[in-house]
């Protein structure tokens, strides 16, 4: 049986866990982004809206591939299409994920240049 160094912050820790339910789309959404693919193409949905054939150009695979991927990603709310006469662009569904990306990124850019603006306490 374990026992806690700091018991404490393990009941404030358990008190502010996240709910089953809340947790569980937290995951999947990340495990949409942990596809290189996924990832191109919401990186340049970030920038701005574009089409299947073009974000297949992009991306470099099949438009089928990006619509099976887009799917996905419209199952999980990271995007939604728009319509323009006979064209469907996509776009990220909200701000939230153009941040979730941004942050992303300054995480990456730190690791790489073993960077860390928030010290541990």
Do not use: W
Not at 21 to 28: M, R
Not at 61 to 66: E, F, G, H, M
């Amino acid at each position: 049986m374990l026992i806690a160094i700091n018991a404490e912050a393990v009941e404030a820790a358990r008190a502010a866990a996240l709910p089953e339910a809340h947790l569980l789309l937290l995951v999947e959404t990340f495990q949409a982004l942990a596809d290189p693919t996924r990832a191109r193409i919401l990186y340049a949905l970030t920038m701005r809206p574009m089409c299947v054939r073009d974000l297949a150009l992009l991306v470099g695979v099949s438009a089928s591939a990006v619509s099976h991927q887009l799917r996905l990603l419209r199952d999980r709310r990271l995007v939604k299409p728009r319509r323009e006469g006979n064209i469907i662009y996509y776009v990220v569904d909200d701000h939230h994920v153009a941040t979730l990306f941004k942050e992303a990124d300054y995480h990456v850019d730190h690791v790489r240049q073993v960077l860390s603006d928030h010290p541990y306490p």
